[in-house]
């Protein structure tokens, strides 16, 4: 089964693994006060309904239009397939056929601190079809929760399994992450080689990709997003709290939470139990009734 998506973000500048990979090959991540050379991790990014960020966060896209002080990006088109395996795990994969690439730009929490760093967006006519679909794998629901965030007139709602688990979400067995095989990605790795005095042959070593370690605590928030009383998208988070990982930045030490390890691959995947999926969905649309 496959949908459209209507937005996604990838923050792999969360990754202090990806950052320590880049550092050790040269590159002045992810600024060099010195000469005021930037080279920042990448976010990849997509949205449906297009996306206008100030000029100099875009890193790289296919097209775009520079208006005044911001690029505006058309709209672009992503999809995410799920699939069922015979041992009733469900497998999900984001598939980012058109993206753009931008830096993150400063923020008061630094992303090596979050939680989430994978986020994906349907439009809530998915919730539907997914229900449907997986309903043989409905259960009781037994020990999943509801958490909710937002103000005002726009509030997401979100299921989460155990009552330790609320800022992970339902278990996640497996996922993998990386920069390979984006071409926007490999463009933009080759100038910023250049840039730091790297040699390109270097970049073929590199590991730019992250995948769940055995001990690596990982969840995916399954939510619904309610604008004005009404539900309108489906949102799927992956995040990690633990274990807690080191490494030395340009300027010191720097300390946040694991993403996992390093490896090279251009697989995208998440991958969950279809009955823990089905039940945090159903919990989440029952929460308004």
Known sequence: MEFELRRMNVFFPASLEIQEELLKAGFKVPYDKETGKKT????????????????????????????????????????????????????????PFEYHLEELGFLSVPPRIWGTWASFSLPFSAYGELADWLSEFKGEGSGIYTASKGSGGRIE???????????????????????????????????????????????RYLKLGLRKRKETKAGLRVGIVWENGKPVEVTLK????????RIQGLYGELVGKSRGELTRTDDWYILVHATDFVNALEKVRGTFG
């Open 40 to 95: 920042p991790v990448p976010v990849v990014s997509s949205s449906r309904e297009g996306r206008k960020l100030r000029r100099g966060r875009l890193l790289k896209a296919t097209d775009f239009e520079i208006k005044d002080k911001f690029a505006v990006i058309p709209e672009e088109k992503t999809l995410i397939e799920f699939e069922v395996t015979k041992k009733g795990f469900l497998v999900i994969r984001p598939k």
């Open 157 to 203: 709602v979100y299921a989460y399994k155990g009552r330790t688990r609320k800022d992970l979400g339902i278990p996640v067995f497996g996922y993998a992450f990386g920069l390979h095989g984006l071409t926007l990605a490999e463009e933009y790795l080759r100038e910023k080689a250049e840039e730091n005095g790297v040699p390109e042959e270097r970049l």
């Open 238 to 245: 992956l995040s990690t709290t633990a274990p807690r990982v």
